[in-house]
């Protein structure tokens, strides 16, 4: 899904991230986005049906930017399978920093769809990208109890959700915005989100 080429393409695709990356879904204008955009409703008509469609291809760019950039910062990386979920929690972590540092409005943008778990729009996006982030981070848990990570007693559903709800909320407590962030401590504070984690999950 490509956004097709005319003129002020670029104004609508900042005016679109800048709205859709700070807003849920359904709180985001149209209107907005077209007036920023500094182009009128017909040629936007023209080239999307709707807000959904201008909403989907945005998408289709994050992906797009995430996997480049994985594909960059990923060269040369070798795999450690010895890693526990915790250590490789913490790499994915450094990556997700230094992607929210190079591309601060895609990564909010990423942050808010998380939010729309559950939406419609949501589950119509997950669809069309046949995304496999869940289904890698359900592998990873399991593995993770496989190999003896979580303390006894601790199931891969509540590891799920527990690890999941910190990740997804992070940003709430530490500053990714990628405007006035000090990096360095958000790299910190997520080391010691995932030690909080391993406190409570962790095989001691």
């Known amino acids: 899904m490509k956004i097709k ?43 999307f049906r709707d807000k959904q469609d201008l909403y989907l291809t945005l ?12 594909e ?3 060269k040369g990386y070798v795999h450690n399978e010895d890693l526990s979920i915790f250590e490789n929690l913490k790499l994915q ?24 778990k559950g939406s419609a729009i949501y589950e119509k996006a997950m669809n069309l990208f046949d995304d496999t982030s869940e289904t890698y981070f359900d592998g990873m848990v399991e593995k993770a109890i496989t190999r003896g990570d ?18 997804y909320r992070a940003n709430e407590f530490i500053d990714i915005s990628g405007s006035t962030a000090d990096f ?8 010691e989100l995932i030690d909080f984690m391993q406190s409570g999950l962790g095989n001691k």
């Open 93 to 116: 972590a450094r990556f997700g920093v230094e992607l929210a540092k190079e591309q601060p409005k895609y990564y909010l943008l990423g942050l808010m769809f998380r939010r729309e």
């Open 5 to 47: 080429s005319f003129d002020r393409r670029e104004e609508l695709l900042e005016a679109a991230l800048e709205e859709f990356a700070s807003k849920s879904y359904e709180e985001a204008s149209l209107n907005n986005i077209i007036k920023n955009a500094g182009i009128s409703k017909g040629t936007f008509y023209y080239h």
């Open 184 to 191: 360095d401590l958000t790299l910190r504070e997520f080391d």
């Open 150 to 167: 979580f303390r006894e007693g601790i199931s891969a559903s509540f590891a799920k959700k527990m690890i999941a709800f910190l990740l």
């Open 72 to 74: 960059r910062r990923l």
């Open 59 to 70: 998408l289709q760019s994050l992906v797009d930017v995430k996997m480049e950039f994985l």
